[in-house]
């Protein structure tokens, strides 16, 4: 029997992204499935983030702007009329690592109050449990290809690799589908994450106007938070293109366009687990160092091609990476089945059978620090 009331605390926008929010609500679907009950606390600036996650039918609090970490339990005790059973925290990033010093305290009085608190964590050199030695949680979650593994004696149990990745029912079905890998390629997936605040989108689509060879079709997604500008910009590119380019506006998800597409060029993190797991080739770009660590990690397991920094990437070689990858039908046959053998949908399940096994265990309380 699930734990009956789980609360998701994270951040999700324009500055952070929407990966967070992307797999807690997979999380908390898959909860609701099972008979439990979820709701999200999302922090300030996270409006837009509520209103998708209201639309999935949970309940959704937006702590008041400002309020520092170490004032949330307070804030939470007065706000949030039921008690949760367990607290699942996704908020590892950069604007709560300029906090780290409140990140002790925070976790400590969390779990003081709730009893259970599930950890989901960056990737090991980005994340609390590398800064926060004394971080009091019952488990830590790192789906990350490259993670290493946890070390013995922490007093927390950690669940470390791609295997735990959350994904959405879709991608888990088309995972478990045959994918037939064409020899004669040319449709493209051009995808940048939800916000794209550096405008790679529009990047990536100038590059593909300079590359030779024939004509191509091209699918672009344009998330909910790219900025007007933005989606003008790609717009007038579409109009005056030599290719077919369709704009995707803020689709509930690509599992459709990944089947369909021959290449994906992907810079948003999460999206390339789920491009493994539908055997969908592809190619990786990187926004900064940390996510070229990352990118580099999954490269390793030879499902796509990770080109570096998007800033150190002229046009002309973005352009020859999609063009041999598009001839050389074998690479993609390869990317595809290794992709599929990575992951196979079944991380969501995963985790919530081991807060489970948490659940039927008496809390633990900690140190206070």
Known sequence: MHCRRYMFRLDASHRVGLGHLRRCLVLAMAIRESGGMAEFLLGDGSQDAGIV??????????????????AEVDWIATHVPEVPDVVVIDISHDLIFAHVDQLSHYCYQLKKMFGRLVVFDGYYSHSMRSRVPDLCADMVIAPYCGERVAEHGLPYRTLIGPQFFPMDPVYAQVAREPRFIKEEANRILVSCGGSDPLEFSLKVLLALEEMEGDRLQVCVVVGPGFSPSLTTAIRTLIGQSRHQIIEVMAPENLSEWM??????????????YEL?????????????DLHAQIHAAFEAERTAWHLGVCAHIEGDALGRAVLTLLRDWKQRREMSERGRKLLDGSGALRIIGCIDALCVTAPSTGSAS
Not at 276 to 288: E, F, K, R
């Open 53 to 70: 996650a209201k639309a999935q039918g949970f309940t959704c609090h937006i702590l008041d702007a400002g309020i520092p970490l170490i």
């Open 259 to 272: 089947v369909w597409c021959d290449v994906a060029v992907s810079l948003s993190g999460l999206t390339k």
């Open 276 to 288: 493994a797991a539908t055997g969908t080739p592809a190619i990786l770009l990187s926004i900064n």
